[in-house]
């Protein structure tokens, strides 16, 4: 009895003791996988917060978690038993070694979103994005977010809608796979600064933990993005860079090739059409030398292409654009060439900064003397016979007229009585002549008749003088109307006016301008293909509107001979002036490196000197083009006379100076 007894509570003793190991197992599991946890989030915590001061210590932290992962991050560390110090290089030593965290400053976020409340979440950003509108180009934000978005909120993330604020991305991946994954998806390919952070677990006990920040190289030598480790930090090791983790990635694009579209603008843009495509071939100008030197700095390709509708931009009914600007707008081409900027297309698209400034003005014919012919009437045109009008001789023919009238056929008492009478007596001022009005019945008549053919000889005699004297004038003195050189001139001076009808800028600003000048000129305001408009001006027909270097360049280079003559004038009058700029897709992150060089074009005075350089060159081959036409006409003359006929040479002088004297 008492044996079994002993047994039953051996038995018990033993099923306790196992229970009490199990649950001190599972105690022991239990509390070991808390401190993985914890020590996981502490890791991820210094790892973030050191990169963070390293390189976006200024920017505006916002921390995404879920609940799934909200016990990963730390938000209050540093806690207690980490020295708050500048240097993170620091170590702290507890007695038992190296303490494996190093002393950081404290830098917690200044937002804290769960993501997993999805509507909270976008209202949120949705704020933050508007607030950015107001903030300076410069500000930065930095985005933390424990685990890969979801794609409504990556969406939000990487709006190209907000592009204010420069953006920054941390994001914990939990597997090289999952990073590599994360860092290649093709919603990514726009951002520069997006990292990848990985934790590698240790193999052995003896291993160190491995953390791992990789980021997306856009721009690759194979032509696809690529991942790059930028960074590695071990847990009881100082931290060390390795690379710029957010490098200048549009510096090298390894030979891409981009597309840019436009259309003829000399001096600026000027191509070859070829025949059934598209891509055309580009001649010497100024937008072709700047692609040239970025091209050249930034090692890419490109093609040249022209507008699918043959329009510079206009905003069709469905609100999109039209022309360059929705061949841009529409990721069509990667970039325009000399584009005006205006603030409708600004918001449609992005643009560098401005290279050109250039006004509006108007091509004309200069004033020409009129036709020896013409000089034969322009003494009876209008304003000559209104002059002569005003002569007192002309005044006193007309009242002995309507005198001479008015006895001999209408006999109206108060007509003769009145006015004429009066005039009579003044004009005759003699005796002889004022006692015409006593005389009764046919005598006054006939007296009032040979005044009359007296005054008629009279005025017949100062009308021939006058004639002769005027065209005399105007043969020896030739007489030519003042050019038309301002808005108000070529208003008054009756001529038709246009400009291309590419619905530019030009004709925007003009439609939608409240200046009662400009408006008063879109009344008139024809709109023409640019020959017809040229052809129209140097007939004295039209003037031709256009901005001010395109003009120039035309008539220097086209309609001007080798002596410097033109038949063709530029107005000295300017109004609303243009800013040329190249345009892009809204978002382009190439946009910046683009602009970079570009700008240091304009400040080292190139774009000045390449529109010199293209005037003399293209007048250099007009000329050129003249003289050798005017050789083969004179060639093909000299063929047709006879021998005895035809003109020496320098050579023929040449070779007689050369012959020696016999």
Sequence with gaps: MKSSVSLGVIIVLLVITVVSSA???????????????????????????????QYTPKCLRIMLYTNATQDLFIISRPTEGMNKVSHPENQINHGNGINPYRAVPESKPHIIINSDMTSQTENTLAYINDLSKNVIPSSCVTYVLTETPNPNLLSLLISSSYRQLTRYFYVYTQSSSEMKSFLLDEHWRDQENVVALTRHKKKTRFDSILWKASIRQLMHPSGSPQVQVVNRWTVNEVFRNMHQIFPEQMGNFYGLKFTAVSLAFTPFIDYQVTEGSKVVRTKPCVDVFILDVIAQTLNLTYELVMSQDGQWGYVKEDGTWGGVVGDVQHKRANF????????????????????????????????????????????????????????KSFHVFINMFGSFVNQTFLNIPWLTAGRVSVGVGRVSGVGRVSGVGRVSGVGRVSGVGRLLVGFWLLFGLLVTTYYKTSLTGSLAVPFASPTVDTIQQLLDSGLKYGMVSAKGAQYRILSTSKIPLYQKMLKNLYLHPRDYLVRQALEGKYAFLSYKSNLQFLVATQFTDEYGETDLHVASAEFYGAGYAWSFPRGAVYLRTFDKVLWRIVQAGLIRKWVQDLYFMEQMSSIRKRYLSNRKQNSDLSTTSKPDDQLMSTNDLQRFTDTPNS
């Design 23 to 53: 649950g001190l197992q599972n105690s022991i599991f239990s509390d070991a996988a808390n401190n993985e946890v914890t020590a996981h989030g502490e890791e991820l915590y210094i790892f973030v917060n050191l990169l963070i001061e």
């Design 336 to 391: 325009s060439l000399c584009l005006t900027m205006t603030q409708s297309r600004r918001e449609s698209v992005d643009f560098t900064k401005v290279y050109f400034i250039d006004p509006t003005t108007f091509l004309a014919v200069k004033s020409r003397p009129s036709p020896r012919w013409q000089k034969l009437i322009t003494p009876f045109q209008i304003q000559s016979a209104l002059d002569a009008t005003h002569t």
